[in-house]
């Protein structure tokens, strides 16, 4: 068998392999009709469309590639491709399929899922393992952050292609968290539309552009003096207002309301209700703001320490959230639409793109949540998690510096 017919039987293996799968999946779609109900046969279709897009992806971004290098290497080409299936498509399926249709149609009770989205603390320990996790493999490769920051060594900034931009397996893996509860079409993480939106808003003119609140105002760090709301996210807020406004002179209105003391008492739980009241207040008297950043600090375990190094200064870490209104139970949650998502996706993403190039180590992965967050109220919305419990004060402010500047980048389209 000359090279020519070799590569031409490898092809034809791999195109028939790819044709049979997907055949088999349709032939499940045309099968399941009859034995589901209409709206559990969308469903059940829908995760099956998305698991072949992501598929088809994979196909032409791996496996086409990798028939040239097991040319190269004299590979076994079946044992390559089979491992690839089993570690790469199926779990990519799994991703967007590997949820129970009877569960994801069914409807709990919705003022239960409306207290949940109200409560900040849902699932932050899940979360907080993540992040555990991920301090721990940093850690194990250099030690710890304090040998780091004796070293005054800043980290390399990072660029990535067009084609890892734009690929969607690949933002999920280096740029996002996703919880369990959640339920993200890839179809959402689209780099090339995200990438590529228009976020420029004019800078000219006295009236603010920005709106920075905080629906938990009363969130402290570890050396806040009690009863001071100078030393709370609020006391950070007024920084980064400071920093907008004399270095980049952009108009910024910094609502310092306490919307998480109701009668006198502590309730985070309808923190957010009482919060979206007084920001689409503030927005209707204020039709100039196109920015809405709600600046809140993270809650962890005492032993984790969020913090790198910024041109010489301790800095805490920061971490963007997007809501996405839409659980892997019950799917798209239709009293908490945003018709913004797509945008506070693209805010998000531009800033931890931009930050990733020009402050390597100080961004945590987008964490992507099940509910809403009020980030419906501009497409500029953007919900900013600076530091954790554990922080310092004036490390949660040095994060302001990198963070005006992100703020400003987007905004001027730079």
């Not at 068998?1 to 999946?25: A, P, W």
């Not at 493999?137 to 060594?153: G, H, I, M, R």
């Not at 905080?214 to 709370?232: C, I, L, M, P, V």
């Not at 040095?398 to 400003?408: G, Q, R, V």
Request: charged share 30%; proline share 3%; net charge neutral.
């Amino acid at each position: 068998m000359n090279k020519r017919q070799y590569e031409r039987r490898i092809g034809m293996k791999v195109l028939m392999t790819l044709l049979l799968v997907i055949l088999s999946m349709k032939v499940c779609v045309v099968v399941g009709r009859p034995l589901l109900s209409g709206e559990n046969h969308r469903v059940f279709s829908e995760g099956i469309t998305d698991g072949l897009e992501m598929m088809t992806n994979s196909f032409v971004e791996e496996l086409i590639p990798m028939k040239t290098a097991l040319d190269r290497e004299k590979t076994d080409y079946k044992t390559k491709l089979l491992s690839f299936i089993t570690k790469e498509l199926l779990p990519a399926v799994h991703f967007k399929w590997g949820y129970d249709v009877e569960e994801t149609l069914a409807v709990d009770n919705q003022d239960y899922l409306y207290l949940m989205e109200e409560n900040e603390e849902e699932n932050q320990e899940e979360m907080q393992k993540t992040e555990l996790t991920m301090e721990n493999k940093k850690k194990e490769k250099k030690k710890n952050t304090t040998t780091k920051v004796a070293s005054n060594k800043e980290e390399q900034g990072k660029t990535y292609t067009k084609a890892q931009l734009y690929n969607t397996n690949f933002l999920l893996k280096n740029f996002y968290v996703v919880e369990s509860t959640a339920r993200l079409l890839p179809s959402e993480i689209d780099g090339r539309k995200l990438l590529n939106q228009d976020l420029t808003i004019s800078l000219n003119g006295k009236k603010p552009k920005i709106l920075i609140y905080h629906t938990h105002a009363s969130e402290t760090f570890k050396d806040s003096r009690q009863g001071n709301y100078d030393d709370t996210v609020v006391g950070v807020g007024s920084y980064l207002k400071e920093l907008l406004e004399e270095k980049y002179q952009i108009p910024v209105y910094h609502d310092t309301t306490i919307y998480d003391i109701i009668d006198g008492k502590l309730d985070r739980s309808r923190a957010y209700n009482v919060a979206l009241n007084g920001v689409e207040k503030i927005l209707k008297e204020n039709p100039s703001i196109d920015v809405v950043i709600d600046l809140h600090r993270d809650g962890i375990d005492e032993k984790t320490h969020l913090v790198t190094t910024v041109n010489g200064k301790q800095t805490a870490k920061i971490m963007f959230m997007n809501g996405i209104s839409r659980s892997s139970k019950n799917g798209d949650i239709s009293y908490l639409y945003n018709p913004n998502k797509e945008a506070n996706l693209a805010f998000t993403l531009q800033m931890q793109v931009d930050a990733e190039k020009k402050y390597p180590d100080l961004m945590r992965k987008i964490y992507v949540k099940t509910y809403r967050y009020n980030l419906h109220v501009k497409p500029r919305s953007a919900l900013v998690e600076v530091g954790a419990n554990t922080n310092t004060l004036q490390e949660a402010k040095n994060a302001m510096i990198p963070l005006a500047d992100l703020l400003h980048d987007v905004l001027i389209g730079k």
